[in-house]
T-cell receptor, first 116, second 117 residues
């Protein structure tokens, strides 16, 4: 079964510094999608970044980038120049293709605190 | 960008009554919608997947008769919590995937906080 593991329940980072959130997953598929979502205190889920497994190049979105290691089944998120607005809960997710719809499997989440 | 509108944002109901939560895709057609339940500081737990015009597929352990899902059109899905009890109090979130946008992730509603008293 596909599982997603986020081993860091909480992380802290100083404003303007860099932080890396870890995520590992388990799958027997060769082609799939991975996502990082952010959930701020408003609880609105916001897509941060996505990665297609067949692409070797790591995805980047402004200050957010991933380190995708397919063989190791690792998908970490790096946030550079951290800002107070980055404080949120971050979820790593794997897209599981099913006959009745492609659903997302979420990790347990990492609470990120940003210190000023 | 794709927007999903979810209503109500908060609802308080008496034990034994039913509550309906709506999820609408405003600027795209959604073949598939997902309903999640989230407890404080925990992950999203998928309850069911609904496809327009067909019966929803429920995750193991989710009571079909208690959580009624209807996906009558490509822009609207509803979740009805029937005979609600205090243990049903939670945060419910819907998500939709647009037709032809498989690679673009999923758009989420803003959630509904249900309190059963």
């Amino acid at each position: 079964a596909q599982t997603v593991t986020q081993s860091q329940p909480e992380m802290s980072v100083q404003e303007a510094e860099t932080v890396t959130l870890s995520c590992t997953y388990d799958t027997s598929e060769s082609d799939y999608y991975l996502f990082w979502y952010k959930q701020p205190p408003s609880r609105q889920m916001i897509l941060v970044i996505r990665q297609e497994a067949y692409k070797q190049q790591n995805a980047t979105e402004n200050r957010f980038s991933v380190n995708f290691q397919k063989a190791a089944k690792s998908f970490s998120l790096k946030i550079s120049d951290s800002q107070l607005g980055d404080a949120a809960m971050y979820f790593c997710a794997y897209r599981l293709d099913m006959e009745y719809g492609n659903k997302l499997v979420f990790g347990a989440g990492t609470i990120l605190r940003v210190k000023s | 960008g794709a927007v999903v509108s979810q209503h109500p944002s908060r609802v308080i109901c008496k034990s034994g009554t039913s509550v309906k939560i709506e999820c609408r895709s405003l600027d795209f057609q959604a073949t598939t919608m997902f309903w999640y339940r989230q407890f404080p500081k925990q992950s999203l737990m998928l309850m069911a997947t609904s496809n327009e015009g067909s019966k929803a597929t429920y995750e193991q352990g989710v009571e079909k008769d208690k959580f009624l899902i209807n996906h009558a059109s490509l822009t609207l899905s509803t979740l009805t919590v029937t005979s609600a009890h205090p243990e049903d109090s939670s945060f419910y979130i819907c998500s939709a995937r647009a037709i032809g946008r498989q690679a673009q992730g999923y758009t989420f509603g803003s959630g509904t906080r249900l309190t059963v008293v």
